[in-house]
């Protein structure tokens, strides 16, 4: 395939990429970063895209499995300046600030210990704020699984939150 053929079949998909990089990353650079990544990878493997049938459905699947990858990274660095920027407003002394931050960096850690799905399904959840529809778009798990998968996640954390907890008390 040479770059016109290229440029006739995938850029007129351009807004349905963005649209769904979009919805997932819910950041207009962070999704235009995803769709100029999955123009990289179609056109780094346009020689073996003769064969797919529909172009658009194989295109809106390479970009949901793209922002899921980077949504799933674990960037130490970028957490560590999340937690330093938690505001400390006038009622709280430092003292709570610092309780704050240790709860998070703890919550952080047990979630980052939970099996691939259940991390990636209340990460998209309850920190990403995602619909049930855009986490089944983006992870092709079905609502039940969704819902299933999402129970066992945060009862995990409760779990291991109330142990440790339990064991500080003690």
Known sequence: ??????KLKF???HRRLYQTAFRLMRNAMDAEDMVQEAYLKLWEKRNDLRHVEDLEAYSTKLIR????????RVHPEEEEQILEELPITNEEHAATALERKDETELLSKIVGL???????????????????????????????NIRVMLSRARKKVREQIERIMHYERK
């Open 11 to 13: 850029l007129p998909l």
């Open 114 to 144: 939970l099996p691939k799905g259940q991390r990636t399904v209340i990460t998209l959840r309850d920190i990403e704020g995602c619909s049930f529809e855009e986490i089944e778009e983006a992870t092709g798990f079905t609502p039940v």
């Open 1 to 6: 395939m040479d770059t016109k053929e290229f």
């Open 65 to 72: 499995h793209l922002c899921l990858d980077s949504l799933r």
